[in-house]
Structure formats: C-alpha cells, structure tokens
C-alpha cells in the first residue's frame, strides 16, 4: 500500500515534505534512459550531470559565467510540475542529478545558502536509501527512507537549520530489514538567486 504511512509517521525537521509517487514507473525508466544518454561527470567520486546553472565545487557556488543555457523540456516538465503542485513558487532552472552506487553517499551540507532560493526538491530514482538530518544548534538527529519515484521537498528550517547526507554505506536499515542499496540517481531541482554575490 503506498500511502499506508503518512507523512505524520516519517521523521522529517519542520520544513521538510515528502511526496510520494511524483513520477510513475514508466517516467521514471524514461527519465533514467534519457540521464544515460548524456555525459556523466567524473569530477567527483560519485558522477553527475549540471543544467541550467553549473555548480562549482571548488568555489561552493554559481559563478556568474555559469549559465548553460534554459533546461531541456523534458526537466521543465518536472519543474513545472513542482509548481503545479504548490512546492516552489518560481520556475526551477537548476537541477544536479547526482548518482550513488552502493557505498556511496553525500556528506552533510546545507545547499549553498547565497546562490539558491528557499526551496530544494531532491526526486529520487531507481534505489531507495537513508537520508540523515542534523539540527545544526542541537545535534538532534532525523532520518527518512527515500523511495524511488518519490520528491523531498527541504525548504524554512529543514533547508537552514538542518544539515542533510546521505550516508556511504551498502545497506540500509527499512523497518527492521536489511536492504541492499542498488544504483540510486536524484534530480535536485533548485531556483538561482537572481544578482547574488560573484564573490
Ligand atoms: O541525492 C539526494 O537526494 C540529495 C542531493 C543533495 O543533497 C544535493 O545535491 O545537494
Ligand atoms: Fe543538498
């Protein structure tokens, strides 16, 4: 049952929404075959694709000769969609796919505060795996089980106040289970801050 647990149930920081199912199956293995068609990056240990904008990692942030020109349509559609659906009220017109194989993972970070707007959407494909939060004053600690085809939605506090990684590991724990993790690709969809600091 998809909907069995509701959103009350996850243990998301105030801020964060869940959406399931944003994407069929069907979009989701089209989406999967059109990110392999293009050329992945090798720039860090886990390969990934920029549009709209490229991220400079060395730099932490959008430089201003970093526009790669508007997104292709078959990510609009998406973004669109994330508007449709209330998550953002301005057109995404960045996304960094990044993909995980086993053992893989993203260290904590808050995405860069100068460069993006409020709100992040991180939508999933292929593998589900952990993502940790941690309350960046207190240490508390949060964690939700990301599900293929699903977005997560970070924006207020679960944006600014918390960290988010995915840990590097093979398995994760799902309701007592060991699951293997699989290859994993996410879509972060993100809105530039217009006239932001080259510095
Ligand atoms: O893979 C994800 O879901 C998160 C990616 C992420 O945090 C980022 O690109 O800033
Ligand atoms: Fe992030």
């Known amino acids: 049952m998809d909907h069995a647990v509701s959103d009350l149930d996850l243990d998301l920081p105030a801020g964060a929404k869940y959406v399931r199912n944003f994407l069929s199956p069907a979009e989701e293995a089209r989406l999967t075959a059109l990110l392999d068609q293009r050329a992945w990056s090798t720039e860090l240990k886990r390969r990934v694709q920029h549009f709209g904008y490229r991220y400079d990692y060395r730099a932490r942030t959008v430089l201003p000769n970093a526009f790669l020109g508007p997104l292709p349509s078959w990510l609009s559609v998406l973004g669109a969609r994330l508007v449709g659906q209330g998550h953002f009220t301005e057109v995404p017109d960045q996304v960094i796919v990044n993909e995980y194989e086993p053992a893989q993972g993203i260290s904590a970070h ?48 679960a944006r600014y106040d918390w960290t988010h990684e995915i840990p590097a590991r093979k398995f994760d724990i799902v309701d007592g289970t060991k699951i293997a993790r699989r290859r994993r690709v996410s879509l972060t969809f993100r809105k530039v801050i217009e006239n932001r600091p080259t510095g």
Do not use: W
């Not at 860069?112 to 709100?119: A, G, H, L, S």
């Not at 795996?129 to 085809?149: D, H, T, V, Y």
């Open 110 to 157: 808050v995405d860069c505060i100068p460069c993006f707007e409020d709100t992040i959407a991180s939508l999933s494909l292929l593998s589900p795996c952990e993502m940790l939060f941690r309350n960046q004053q207190s240490g508390e600690r949060k964690s939700a089980i990301l599900e293929p085809c699903s977005v997560l939605v970070l924006k207020g506090a």
